[in-house]
């Protein structure tokens, strides 16, 4: 059992994980807690293209087009608002293992039971809960992420890690295509059967997932060093095995006055007060890639289907291939992040999707484009937007101490969705049903804009986090005296 006596302790864990070299036992952490982006991206994109299905009538829901990317995408972004901060909290507070499990676990029941909704109301409360799910995860699996992962693979790997969403978006494009033909399913059917598909990939996870350790560092500042230190040498020893080579020896230690747990006040205090600016870039990133990507996400289907005529079962391709090269973007350009630097890559691929997503509105409202056009227009602007996009949950993960890591995340993962993500998607909805182009290349004008904006405080504010460990960007609360 372990033990409650809080103490003055110094430790060279992080030295320790930090110059440890690649190998398998990393890929298990990469599968195990990377994988719950796939969950989110086959979450958003399948609903976002069953939408005209939804609506049409023997589906067996009663629910319009605008009330499913509307409202329901609008409380499901809500939903991972509100269960960010919650279980972000409960994530500093209970440790990383224990929340992740939970957040896993919510996520699956709510997808479950979505997929036998006979009313509006009930798929919207689901679709808050799978959110809670979803919010929840991404507070506790970034910090479990880049507390167990070394600093000279840090950058690539949680880039990498939050591109493997659009892994998840192709498989609910392609799924969708297969769900919404009715020569394989009855409409009422077809679409019940994605749902069901998402529960069982989150089982598979959760197999997995139950075989990854509580970060050590987490556990040495909570007074258990002791269980730190055997997950530390078990770690160790697996790595010195699959790679065949002796560890070398570290020298750095950090002192920790260990603690329970962290107020709200000292975490407000931390954020606001001792890195301001850091608060300012946080923000920035989140609002612009949350509106960008909210916005368009939850409306592409409906856009090819009002201004091109594509068939409701046919918008899957067009979407899968926008979803892989978005995830081509994170995947070739993620090494630049840890050899280049963050301040020249995050500026960048923010500064280069926003210009080239404001090209792609105009040209829209021009009406030169057909479908395939803007899906390859939008293929270019993606590339790049969703390599930034990922760099916004890397920066926030490095850039606050460790006690408030989990919180920190939610906090501007919450703030920054609430005010894109949330208003991206009613306000697109109405834009795109109107049926002018004028109206929807603003909403894409205002998406580009943001990302313009936060493209240039990221060239001001952005820190050069690349291979330092995460205790030399932010050090631990717990390293000074109250």
């Known amino acids: 059992?372990?033990?409650?006596?809080?103490?003055?302790?110094?430790?060279?864990?992080?030295?320790?994980?930090?110059?440890?070299?690649?190998?398998?036992?990393?890929?298990?952490?990469?599968?195990?807690?990377?994988?719950?982006?796939?969950?989110?991206?086959?979450?958003?994109?399948?609903?976002?293209?069953?939408?005209?299905?939804?609506?049409?009538?023997?589906?067996?829901?009663?629910?319009?087009?605008?009330?499913?990317s509307g409202t329901a995408a609008a409380l499901y972004v809500l939903g991972a608002c509100l269960g960010a901060l919650l279980f972000g909290h409960l994530t500093d507070r209970w440790g990383r293992r224990k929340l992740f499990m939970i957040t896993l676990g919510v996520y699956l029941t709510a997808t479950a039971l979505t997929g036998l909704t006979t009313e509006a109301w009930m798929f919207f409360v689901l679709r808050f809960i799978t959110g809670a799910g979803i919010g929840g995860e991404y507070a506790a699996i970034n910090s479990a992420v880049d507390e167990l992962i070394p600093a000279n693979y840090?950058?690539?790997?949680?880039?990498?890690?939050?591109?493997?969403?659009?892994?998840?978006?192709?498989?609910?494009?392609?799924?969708?295509i297969v769900a919404l033909d009715e020569d394989l399913f009855p409409a009422d059917i077809g679409w019940r059967l994605t749902f069901f598909l998402g529960l069982v990939l989150g089982l598979l996870i959760l197999l997995v997932r139950r075989t990854v350790p509580e970060s050590p560092r987490w556990l040495f500042i909570h007074g258990r060093e002791q269980e730190a230190e055997e997950i530390v040498r078990g770690i160790e020893e697996k790595v010195r095995r699959e790679s065949g080579n002796e560890l070398e020896e570290v020298r750095d230690t950090i002192t920790i006055h260990q603690?329970?747990?962290?107020?709200?006040?000292?975490?407000?205090?931390?954020?606001?007060?001792?890195?301001?600016?850091?608060?300012?870039?946080?923000?920035?990133?989140?609002?612009?890639?949350?509106?960008?990507?909210?916005?368009?996400?939850?409306?592409?289907?409906?856009?090819l289907s009002q201004f091109f005529d594509v068939p409701p079962g046919s918008t899957g391709y067009?979407?899968?291939?926008?979803?892989?090269?978005?995830?081509?973007?994170?995947?070739?350009l993620s090494r630049f992040f840890d050899?280049?630097?963050?301040?020249?890559?995050?500026?960048?691929?923010?500064?280069?999707?926003?210009?080239?997503?404001?090209?792609?509105?105009?040209?829209?409202?021009?009406?030169?484009?057909?479908a395939v056009t803007l899906t390859?227009?939008?293929?270019?602007t993606l590339f790049f937007a969703s390599a930034g996009a990922s760099s916004a949950y890397l920066t926030v993960s490095e850039i606050f101490p460790l006690e408030t890591r989990a919180l920190a995340i939610a906090f501007f993962y919450a703030v920054g969705t609430a005010t894109g993500g949330i208003t991206g998607p009613l306000l697109f909805a109405n834009m795109v049903e109107t049926g002018d182009p004028?109206?929807?290349?603003?909403?894409?004008?205002?998406?580009?804009?943001?990302?313009?904006?936060?493209?240039?405080?990221?060239?001001?504010?952005?820190?050069?986090?690349?291979?330092?460990?995460?205790?030399?960007i932010a050090a631990p609360l717990s390293s000074k005296k109250d």
């Not at 950058?155 to 969708?176: C, E, P, Q, V, Y």
């Not at 067009?318 to 070739?332: D, Q, R, T």
């Not at 580009?448 to 405080?457: D, F, K, P, S």
């Open 438 to 472: 004028f109206n929807t290349a603003i909403a894409f004008s205002i998406g580009a804009l943001l990302m313009l904006i936060a493209g240039v405080i990221a060239l001001f504010l952005s820190l050069d986090a690349e291979r330092r460990s995460l205790e030399s």
């Open 318 to 332: 067009y979407y899968a291939v926008i979803a892989v090269f978005n995830f081509l973007g994170p995947l070739l």
């Open 154 to 176: 840090r950058g690539r790997i949680d880039i990498i890690i939050n591109g493997t969403f659009w892994l998840g978006a192709a498989g609910g494009a392609l799924l969708s």
């Open 376 to 380: 390859a227009c939008w293929c270019v």
């Open 339 to 370: 050899t280049w630097g963050r301040r020249p890559m995050i500026s960048g691929t923010y500064l280069l999707s926003g210009a080239l997503l404001m090209v792609t509105a105009w040209i829209f409202n021009a009406g030169l484009l057909t």
């Open 1 to 68: 059992m372990a033990r409650t006596q809080y103490e003055t302790i110094e430790t060279d864990i992080p030295a320790r994980l930090d110059r440890l070299p690649w190998a398998r036992w990393h890929v298990k952490i990469l599968i195990g807690l990377g994988t719950v982006w796939i969950l989110d991206g086959l979450e958003v994109t399948i609903v976002g293209n069953i939408t005209t299905r939804l609506s049409e009538a023997g589906s067996g829901i009663d629910i319009t087009d605008a009330e499913v």
């Open 259 to 303: 603690r329970p747990a962290i107020g709200f006040s000292l975490i407000a205090k931390t954020m606001f007060g001792t890195y301001p600016r850091r608060a300012v870039l946080g923000f920035a990133m989140f609002v612009g890639q949350a509106f960008l990507y909210n916005s368009i996400t939850f409306g592409y289907a409906t856009i």
